[in-house]
C-alpha cells in the first residue's frame, strides 16, 4: 500500500470510456448501493459517482474501490454466535467479488476492492481485545482467498491499520512513540492491547484527529447535530457493552456514564481514521457500510443481496421480512448479526443471535448453529414448526435500541457528509513527512 496518484490523460477520451464508465455506474446502482432517508443519488450523487469512475476508464486503469469494513465481531453475544468470521462474512465477500467480476465483464482492465478493515481503530473502544481482531482478520483473509480461488479472480484486497503505516518487523516501530513524542490515547474498557496495534492508534489520532476542544464545545453548547451524534453512539454502546465481562459488576448508571466516555473517543477515531483514508487513497471511489446520503464522497452500500436476503427483527408471525423503509438508516452487517436458513425458504434471512435462541428455546422452531465447513461458513439452520409462520420484519419498535441510537448516529452522517470531519485537520509537517515515508507499498 502506497500513497498514489495517477497519471493525468495523455490523450483525448474516448466515447467508449465515457459508455463505460456510465455501465459501470447503473451496475453499483443496481447491485451495491443502499438508498438511504434523503438520499441524493439522482440530485448530484450518481453524476459524483461516475466522475470518479471515469477517473478510470479515461485513462484505462483498473477502478479502484476502498471500503472501511469488517473490523470483527461484536463482543455482545445477544448479536453473534463467536468471535470469528462466518456465514454473514462469506456472503459480503461474495458479493464484493461477484460486483468487480461484473465490472470485469463491462470494463475489460476491472475493478480492485479494499476492505480498509478498522477492528484496531475501535477495538479497544468497543471491548474487543488487538489479539481477537488479528485472529479474526487472519481468518476473514483465509475465507477471502478460498473465495478468490474459487472464483479464478484476486479482486479484494485487505489493508488494516497496521498495514497502513507498515510497521510490521520494522526496527524503527520499538522507538517510534519516543523519537516523534507521540502522546498516548484514552482506554475506557479493559481489553488486551498489543504493542504494534496501539502505537498505531496513536499515530493516527496524534497526526490525523480532529480538535478535541471543539468538539466538546460544540456539546457542551447544545449544538443539535452533533449533540444527536454523542446521544446516538452513547446509546449504541450502552448496548453494545451490555453484557461484557467488564462492565457486569457496574450498575446501569455506571454503565451509563462509560458509555458516554466511549462515545465521545468513537467520535475522535471515526473522525481521525476517515481522515486517514481520505489522505492515504485520495484517488479511489469511497464506500461505507453506514448510511449516506449518497451525495459523495462516501457511498453506502448492502453486503447482502437484498434480493433473497432479509433482515429480520424476530422469527414469529406471518409478515414479508426485507429491507424495507424502517431499516433504511441501518445496514445490516455480519458483524452484528447471524444468518439464518429456514428450511424449505427459498430466503435467508439476517438476526441478532437472541432472536434465533429465542425462537428455538420458545418451540416455534427446532435446529441449531451449524459449524462452518467448506462449502458453507457457520450459521443457524432451523425448521418452522406447525405452529409458527414466516420471520416479521427487522425494526420496529422492539428494536428500540437500535432505533434511537444507532440510527441517530447514521442519520447525521448522511446529512452532515464531510462536514463531520472538518473540525481542525491540522497535521503537524513533520509527522505528515513520517506518515507517507511509512505508508506500505503495494
Known sequence: MRLHLLPGIDHPPSHLSQLQAQQIVELFNRRLRHTSTNDQWEFGGREYFKDRIYYYTSRELPCEFCLPAFPCKSSNPNKVMG?????????????????????EEIYPPGAKVWIISDGHVFSDCIGVGDDIVDSYTSKLVEMNNRVSAEQVSNRVKFASLVDLFDL?????????????????????????????????????????????????????SGDPAILALYRGFSRFMLEDLELHPATKNMTKSQRKKLSVKVSFEMIMRNQAYSNLVELLFPDHVRLSIHAHNNSGPKFGIQLFEKEFC????????????????????????PWHNCVVEVTGDP?????????????????????????????????????????ASAPMPAMKTEDRH?????????AFMSRNGANLYRYSFGFGISLYKRLISWVPRY
Not at 439476517?350 to 451449524?370: E, F, N, Q
Not at 434511537?404 to 447514521?410: A, E, F, P, R, S
Request: contains cysteine; charged residues 30%.
Open 168 to 220: 510490521k518487523n520494522s526496527y524503527e516501530a520499538s522507538n517510534l512513540a519516543q523519537d516523534l513524542n507521540i502522546p498516548g490515547i484514552n482506554h475506557y474498557v479493559d481489553t488486551c492491547l498489543e504493542d504494534e496495534a496501539e502505537l498505531c492508534r496513536c499515530i493516527l489520532m496524534s497526526g490525523c484527529q480532529s480538535d478535541r476542544a471543539a468538539l466538546r464545545k460544540k456539546i457542551d
Open 83 to 103: 468471535s470469528m468470521p462466518d456465514r454473514g462474512e462469506e456472503m459480503g465477500l461474495l458479493k464484493l467479488h461477484g460486483f468487480a467480476r461484473e465490472v
Open 402 to 410: 437500535e432505533k434511537t441510537g444507532l440510527t441517530v448516529i447514521l
Open 347 to 387: 430466503n435467508i434471512y439476517v438476526g441478532k443471535s437472541k432472536v434465533i435462541i429465542d425462537a428455538l428455546s420458545k418451540g416455534l422452531y427446532k435446529g441449531s448453529w451449524k459449524e462452518g465447513r467448506r462449502e458453507k461458513a457457520g450459521h443457524f439452520q432451523v425448521e418452522r414448526l406447525e405452529t
Open 310 to 333: 432479509k433482515p429480520i427483527g424476530m422469527l414469529s408471525q406471518s409478515a414479508e421480512a426485507g429491507f424495507n423503509s424502517d431499516d433504511l438508516l441501518h445496514i445490516p452487517t
